[in-house]
DNA sequence: GACGGTCTGTGATCAGCGTAACGCACGGTC
DNA sequence: GACCGTGCGTTACGCTGATCACAGACCGTC
């Protein structure tokens, strides 16, 4: 398989290259279509996953099927390696958003590696604390502000992750239904249509399919505070 | 200072007793009374605290003045860490909850000991790891339940962590105004005593000045799902 | 072109919870 | 004892947003 990318990400920028082939030995690609689930909550885990291409939603389910997603994961990123330090079960499910490919590694070989380079186990606190300090973000987010409010930011969010440079204004190609919108935000599907018919009326998006272009980023920016 | 209780502290359990003593060389000891700040949202930071008694809330507050609370951190717990890693400003604002003593630890010098000790960081990725997990599911909890139902879980919680048994059930002295405990749930102060309230009138618990007694365990556990 | 799935758009209803506005109990200070 | 600050208990009211219930749009498949 092709160790290009893998090579590039911070994570593993700092490991010499005798330590790198021996990481990337026994990595196994997988490739997922929409909609279908890599792990569910609750599963025992084994591996930590990179993402080489595509988008993976991470949720948890309630009791009742209602769905929550904690995070959406865009290429170059990294999930599944919580269990590698707290041995528990996976804390939520892994579906993927769009045509995905990823790239498996086993905590085992991972944690070989970081007994022997303190960079990379610096790489992975910095990427633990960056997680937590987004979702603690989201937390008050949800206290805070209303609907239309969490869904503004997370379209901000979204565009500063995955925007590109359109004609007249970001491309924001999410991938994301407007169901999954609202359990980004945590919100109903109707409510998060209304809030969005808002923000197109108001001439500040504009609405594509799975995707958005803002067009007013200035509004955008204060209606989400 | 007194280094037993750091002594004993998981995350200084793998150190030897020369890396132990060369890290609490540097130590302070901070005591703060009820109410009193420690640090602020956005304040640079470069150390980390160890609680040695008492309680800290680390909360973050609105533009609006509004306030909601990440985390109450008891004895043995660790804080402020976060910076060490994504050197960032405070993402929160820190106070104690009741009289509490602290031991400081700069950054700087437990920077050192991680390059040298895997232990040390496994430590801190496991405690970074569970941290978010806990965080992802407050924000669940939030999505998916009512204003009783959190405050059952938020009981259950506390006293899961701070819980004493005592004659008639589980003696939670948690040291929270209900103000305090709403802000942890993301409620108003008002809806969390009704919910209390209809608590101790179904005889699930007792309340004591900022303190809990919980009776019947069973009931408030399937009220918390 | 007819059918069935999935997704979007929108209105009507209703309740959970925030807001405002009180009174009361307690403890500390002069 | 008089005073004040802080925390608790409880009410009435209004609004945000969930739920329900559709209707249309856009697929792919037969």
Do not use: C
């Not at 080489?52 to 948890?60: D, E, F, P, V």
């Not at 980004?184 to 969005?196: I, P, Q, W, Y």
Request: aromatic content about 6%.
């Amino acid at each position: 398989m092709d160790t290009d990318v893998l090579r590039r990400a911070p994570l593993f920028a700092s490991l010499d290259d005798e330590a790198f082939s021996a990481l990337t030995e026994e990595i196994t690609e997988v490739d997922l279509s929409r909609g279908s689930a890599l792990f569910y909550e609750g599963d025992p885990g084994d591996q930590l996953y990179f993402i080489i291409s595509g988008k993976i939603k991470l949720g948890r389910t309630a009791s009742d099927g209602r769905e929550n997603l904690v995070a959406i994961m865009g290429p170059g990123e990294i999930f599944g390696e919580m269990a590698l330090f707290d041995p528990s079960p996976r804390s939520t499910s892994a579906t993927a958003v769009s045509e995905t490919r990823l790239a498996g590694l086993k905590h085992e070989n991972l944690r070989k590696v970081i007994t022997r380079s303190p960079e990379v186990s610096a790489q992975l606190l910095q990427a633990l604390a960056r997680r937590l300090r987004r979702t603690n973000e989201n937390l008050a987010d949800l206290v805070f502000s209303d609907v239309p409010g969490r869904v503004a930011k997370a379209l901000l969010d979204l565009a500063d992750r995955f925007g590109r440079p359109a004609t007249d204004g970001i491309l924001v190609a999410h991938e994301l239904t407007q169901e999954e919108l609202a359990q980004l935000v945590g919100a109903s599907r109707e409510t998060v249509n209304k809030a969005l018919a808002e923000f197109v009326q108001r001439g500040w998006i504009r609405l594509e399919a799975r995707a958005v272009v803002i067009l007013d980023l200035q509004r955008l920016k204060q209606r989400s505070r």
